[in-house]
């Protein structure tokens, strides 16, 4: 049974000459698990939001959306809320609550429910995702991963007809994100709930969808199962990027027969002689010059609350990129804000090229010297439009490997995820920093994106720019950091040349050193 019929669907944001979409005809059926895949800017986020109509953008639309065989406008506030449920990007974004007993019992509160029934379906839910353990927390206690389980354990209080998530897992860790995926599928299998997703995490999410939809400039370009859009994709193709890793490796080998798309299938195609080969030899370290040193900072964020940051000690060299792993919530993010000055450690130093902070005066520190891209991206920007928050970029806009004119005309918070980020990184590169601290670069963006990020970053590393990256993006790490830590409980627990870090890792890895370990030591990416 048809739950969603899209037929000739467009849609164009104001002030703008392009379509965001372009006649779109897509048929979604009651239990189906789709995952909607494209560039950044592609129309992913919109689509998704033009299915929920609480959640629909101003513009110009065209075309047709019928829910369950009528009209999606015609469907009232609480139908809508009762049958369509929307999960955002960040974890915070929908939380409303100040205590997880109560964020759970809201969705249910909201539809009118009784209190028996709200009762029984608050305590079923929070036992089946495991949520028992924190139900009665502060919301504000909770790490990343649990308020994006939250959000969803919310919602399916309602037992919504479809999901819809736009990027659930962004600001996940690896691990974290693996888990929250699974829990989709287990929903999708076992309760019969619709899943529509925008996801980029394809290792985890394509083996276990039955539809793959891929859109670029707006309009469809391919709609079928994964594996089999899999099998029609060669070497050349512009999207075979959006595949996982074991798919991408199989196709540009020229292998005969059907194509794997996980770890394990993968493993099972290329196996082999065992080798022992390393990439790179590891660098000595005696004739590098620290570009930052911390040294033995702690740092808590309230007098009486534990440590965030232990006895955390480290080096960065002039002229590298070094990325910083980690779950969240082990404090890599305010690791960040310290080195960039904006918190300060109550115990130990750090020091920035061969200057503690303190030393920096009336804003020396910030005047070619440090540069943070935040997390939040949003929260940079103050004007209405993205040209005007580009003001005074023209130079750093001329050596991006992406065009951003486009989005001139849009207010920055009309624009993707993937798109935000870019924008906030012109501005963070506009006072021509020393030292770049970016805390999740890759958000948001799609694999080809990271790429030419990756190339940006290598460039500027060569122009003498030092780069520290907090980044959940294992697979980014691998392809432009010349080290990774790994960062637990408030400090480093290990660091390594990218090669060595990777291959010594199970979790904290890439998919291709899963799929070869044992058999091609040293593979990193595909």
Known sequence: MALFEISGLSFRYPKSEAYALKDVDIVIGQGDFVTLVGPTGSGKSTLLRLLKPEMQFNGEIGGKIRFDGKPLHTLDARESAARISFVAQSPEEQIVTDKVWHELAFTAENLGMKQSEIARRVAETAAYFGIAPWYRQATAQLSGGQ???????????????????????????????????????????????????????????????????????????????????????????????????????????????????????????????????????????????????????????????????????????????????????????????????????????????????????????????????????????LRASVKEELEGCEEVLAKLPFDLSPLFSRHPYDISGGERQLVALCRALKSKPRLLILDEPSKGLDPVSKRRLAELLIQLKNSGVTVLMVSHDVEFAAVCADRCALFFDGAIAACEETDGFMNGNRYYTTAAVRILRGRHEGAVVG
Not at 224 to 238: E, G, T
Not at 330 to 343: D, H, N, P, R, Y
Not at 347 to 354: A, C, E
Not at 360 to 371: A, D, H, P, R, T
């Open 147 to 381: 308020k994006q389980l939250l959000n969803l354990a919310s919602v399916m209080v309602g037992e919504p007809d479809v999901l819809i998530l736009d990027e659930p897992t962004a600001q996940l860790d690896p691990i974290t994100a693996a888990r929250f995926i699974d829990t989709l599928y287990k929903l999708n299998r076992e309760t019969g709930v619709t899943v529509v997703i925008s996801e980029h995490r394809a290792e985890e999410l394509i083996p276990l969808c039955d539809r793959m939809i891929v859109l670029d400039k707006g309009c469809v370009v391919y709609d079928d199962a994964p594996r089999d859009i899999a099998d029609r994709l060669d070497k050349s193709s512009p999207y075979l990027p959006y595949l996982p890793q074991a798919a991408r490796m199989f196709i540009e080998s020229g292998k005969a027969g059907r194509c794997p798309l996980s770890v394990r299938e993968g493993r099972r195609i290329f196996g082999g002689t065992q080798t022992n080969e390393s990439k790179t030899a590891r660098r000595s370290e005696d004739d590098r010059t620290a570009a930052l040193e911390i040294m033995d900072v702690f740092f808590r964020y309230e007098k009486d609350a534990p440590d965030v940051l232990s006895g955390l000690s480290a080096t960065v060299y002039a002229g590298e990129i070094f990325a910083v792993l980690g779950a969240n919530g082990c404090g890599k993010s305010t690791a960040a804000a310290v080195i960039a000055g904006l918190k300060k450690p109550y115990s130990g130093k750090v020091k920035l090229f061969g200057r503690a902070l303190k030393e920096y005066k009336n804003g020396s520190l910030y005047k070619e010297n440090v540069s943070l891209l935040p997390q939040d991206a949003e929260s940079v920007f």
